[in-house]
């Protein structure tokens, strides 16, 4: 009943945020002097047709009444134009870009498989690597594996992750011709071509994160290994093993998993640079071609829904703490 | 021994624990030395006797790779020279520097400036006010500033100067963490008793907010200043890296990172100068903050390394 309320609680919230970024995000998008209409209306541009495409893409609206369009298309679509060159965009519908002829949507869905699989392969993996990294620095502290550790970590913390791609597809790719260096295989055609393809980018994606994860659930660990309730378990008998793996580790995680939510849109941000870097054709890719073509529908449909998806995925994140952490005030 | 006496020899002690600290001053000798080359930086490649903006089609061969040994280095090209332009390699990185510390420094003083007004604002008048800047605060944490950066760097009017709208980009997004920082400590100031009877002396907001906060926030204000730069460098480099930061000709280390990419396989030193170099910057960068919150704040001291 008291998560139930505590969901209700951040749903609503949720949703003020969702409407205030799309609001804000809208706004911007509206107020600089980029004009959809002038760059499809194609030459010669007769004022008649550029207020005939203007009317088509519904931007000789007022802005707040595009935002409600807009905001109508995503619960119920909307279409463009009337008569026989009506253009029709389904729910949940986040703009029609004119130069590709398709909603943004179905561009969304046809790339966010690559992103998906990049992303969570990475984060399941940095956060594995991380805190076992950590763990262990913490329990062998000052040995040689602990100050290797922290050395390469600082490192980790400081490389970009285009570069470590970059010397990655050099030194794996190239020199040692181990591992693919690009493209992508759906995880339906074949899920050991599909892993393999993506090793390198998991390994770039995750390695920079995992460092700073590593680094913090050490400090963490640290903390919580000289507090009380440690020392009881360790006195009634309980093997290392145990003390570390149940009674320490979980109260280590809540803040591993508070940096996790707040990461969250760096790793967007950071799969959208990998999946340059490995020529991968993901949500990244469909941004660049966005960006290269000013084509602002797309644009806009794109940054609202990657805004939209993180503010999501942080939803999830606060519901998880309730699980780890009964004493959190639900 | 009275409180005024004992501030010094704090202070003394403080600069005792960064100075024993072997790594914050390599990085603090690293960055120190990274400002000097880009102060000189039109002064160094004049000495190698090449600027970053002519071509050398001459060094190269016929598909555009630089002759010889290492992507072409030479007495001429001590990093030898661009793919495809044959521009001198040195001189685009030393360049480079310029332009990653300028738009790095720029854009944090922008976020510092910004953080320190929300977190000092919010810690001191708190109510609603507090709430809903924290708020912002949190929804800008989790927040996938990278794409907006992109879709504002792509649609903003022409006229604007690019490097002013990319220091303008990043700064916008970079203040969340300092801005809780400082409302955390004004928050703790406002209840010390020199705030209190301030207050009841009849000082103004502003007064105590300039007068008496802001002076006891400034270590804490460095030392957070030193850890965003860079982050601020990283992300200039990312916008560059993706061809919607500093526009060419303007050297910057992350475009030519980003060019090196069709380049990698046949001209690996390409992406081994300019990114060394920004590698070396962010490590620098990162080893002397970590060093500074370290002797600044001792809860974290020894724990951290």
């Given at each position: 009943m008291r998560l139930l309320r505590f969901a209700a609680g951040r749903l609503a919230g949720m949703i003020l945020v969702l409407l205030i970024v799309s609001i804000l995000?809208?706004?911007?998008?509206?107020?600089?002097?980029?004009?959809?209409?002038?760059?499809?209306?194609?030459?010669?541009?007769?004022?008649?047709?550029?207020?005939?495409?203007?009317?088509?893409m519904g931007y000789d609206?007022?802005?707040?009444?595009?935002?409600?369009?807009?905001?109508?298309?995503?619960?119920?679509?909307?279409?463009?134009?009337?008569?026989?060159?009506v253009v029709r965009c389904a729910a949940p519908c986040?703009?029609?870009?004119?130069?590709?002829?398709?909603?943004?949507?179905?561009?969304?869905?046809?790339?966010?498989?690559?992103?998906?699989?990049?992303?969570?392969?990475?984060?399941?993996l940095w956060l594995v690597l991380g805190v076992s990294a950590g763990t262990v620095s913490a329990v062998r502290r000052g040995s040689l594996l602990d100050r290797t550790v922290m050395t390469a970590s600082i490192a980790g913390v400081s490389a970009p992750a285009y570069l470590v791609g970059l010397l990655g597809i050099l030194l794996f790719g190239f020199t040692l011709?181990?591992?693919?260096?690009?493209?992508?295989?759906?995880?339906?055609?074949?899920?050991?071509?599909?892993?393999?393809?993506?090793?390198?980018?998991?390994?770039?994606?995750?390695?920079?994160?995992?460092?700073?994860?590593?680094?913090?659930?050490?400090?963490?660990?640290?903390?919580?290994?000289?507090?009380?309730?440690?020392?009881?378990?360790?006195?009634?008998?309980?093997?290392?093993?145990?003390?570390?793996?149940?009674?320490?580790?979980?109260?280590?995680?809540?803040?591993?998993?508070?940096?996790?939510?707040?990461?969250?849109?760096?790793?967007?941000?950071?799969?959208?640079?990998?999946?340059?870097?490995?020529?991968?054709?993901?949500?990244?890719?469909?941004?660049?071609?966005?960006?290269?073509?000013?084509?602002?529908?797309?644009?806009?449909?794109?940054?609202?829904?990657?805004?939209?998806?993180?503010?999501?995925?942080?939803?999830?994140?606060?519901?998880?703490?309730?699980?780890?952490?009964?004493?959190?005030?639900? | 021994m009275t409180a005024a006496a004992s501030l010094p020899a704090g202070r003394r002690a403080r600069w005792r624990r960064i100075a024993g600290d072997r790594w914050a001053v390599t990085g603090a000798a690293v960055v120190v030395g990274l400002l000097v080359i880009a102060a000189a930086a039109p002064l160094l490649s004049a000495v190698e006797g090449q600027d970053p903006y002519t071509y050398h089609l001459d060094a190269l061969d016929d598909s555009g790779v630089p002759r010889g040994f290492g992507g072409g280095i030479s007495a001429r090209h001590w990093f030898g020279v661009e793919p495809l332009t044959g521009r001198d390699l040195?001189?685009?990185?030393?360049?480079?520097?310029?332009?990653?510390?300028?738009?790095?420094?720029?854009?944090?003083?922008?976020?510092?400036?910004?953080?320190?007004?929300?977190?000092?604002?919010?810690?001191?008048?708190?109510?609603?006010?507090d709430r809903i800047t924290g708020r912002a605060i949190d929804v800008l944490f989790g927040f996938p500033t990278l794409i907006l950066m992109i879709a504002l760097g792509a649609i903003a009017p022409a006229a604007l100067p690019k490097p002013a709208l990319v220091?303008?980009?990043i700064g916008l997004f970079g203040w969340p963490g300092i801005a809780r920082v400082v409302r955390g400590q004004t928050l703790a100031l406002r209840g010390r008793t020199f705030v209190v009877a301030s207050v009841s002396l009849g000082a103004g907001p502003l007064h105590v907010l300039v007068?008496?906060?802001?002076?006891?926030?400034?270590?804490?204000?460095?030392?957070?200043?030193?850890?965003?730069?860079?982050?601020?460098?990283?992300?200039?480099?990312?916008?560059?890296?993706?061809?919607?930061?500093?526009?060419?000709?303007?050297?910057?280390?992350?475009?030519?990172i980003g060019d090196a990419?069709?380049?990698?396989?046949?001209?690996?030193?390409?992406?081994?100068?300019?990114?060394?170099?920004?590698?070396?910057?962010?490590?620098?960068?990162?080893?002397?903050?970590?060093?500074?919150r370290d002797a600044l704040d001792p809860r974290t001291a020894g724990v951290a390394r």
């Open positions: 995000t809208y706004a911007v998008f509206y107020l600089l002097p980029a004009d959809p209409a002038q760059l499809s209306c194609g030459k010669p541009c007769t004022p008649q047709r550029l207020a005939d495409a203007r009317a088509f609206a007022p802005w707040w009444r595009q935002y409600l369009d807009f905001l109508g298309g995503i619960f119920a679509g909307r279409s463009f134009g009337s008569g026989s060159a986040f703009g029609y870009s004119f130069r590709l002829d398709a909603p943004v949507s179905t561009l969304i869905a046809s790339h966010i498989g690559v992103t998906f699989s990049l992303a969570a392969g990475a984060a399941v011709d181990m591992v693919p260096v690009g493209g992508y295989v759906p995880l339906a055609e074949n899920p050991v071509q599909w892993a393999w393809h993506l090793i390198l980018p998991w390994c770039v994606l995750a390695f920079l994160s995992a460092a700073l994860y590593a680094r913090l659930t050490r400090g963490q660990m640290l903390e919580i290994l000289g507090e009380d309730y440690i020392r009881t378990a360790r006195a009634k008998g309980l093997g290392e093993r145990r003390v570390i793996g149940r009674h320490a580790l979980r109260n280590v995680l809540v803040p591993v998993v508070t940096v996790f939510g707040m990461d969250l849109g760096g790793l967007l941000g950071g799969a959208v640079i990998t999946e340059r870097v490995f020529s991968m054709q993901g949500l990244g890719a469909l941004l660049m071609d966005a960006v290269g073509n000013v084509d602002l529908p797309l644009l806009v449909g794109v940054t609202l829904f990657a805004a939209f998806l993180i503010v999501l995925a942080n939803f999830a994140v606060d519901l998880l703490y309730g699980v780890l952490d009964p004493r959190i005030s639900l | 040195f001189a685009i990185v030393v360049h480079g520097a310029r332009t990653s510390i300028l738009v790095g420094v720029a854009a944090t003083a922008l976020s510092v400036l910004l953080g320190v007004l929300v977190g000092m604002t919010a810690g001191f008048f708190g109510g609603w006010y220091v303008g980009v007068r008496q906060i802001l002076p006891n926030l400034g270590a804490t204000i460095i030392v957070y200043a030193t850890m965003l730069i860079p982050g601020m460098i990283g992300a200039e480099a990312a916008l560059s890296f993706l061809g919607v930061g500093v526009p060419p000709p303007t050297p910057a280390w992350g475009r030519s990419i069709a380049w990698v396989q046949t001209d690996p030193m390409f992406l081994v100068f300019p990114g060394a170099a920004l590698f070396l910057t962010t490590l620098a960068f990162n080893l002397l903050g970590d060093g500074l």
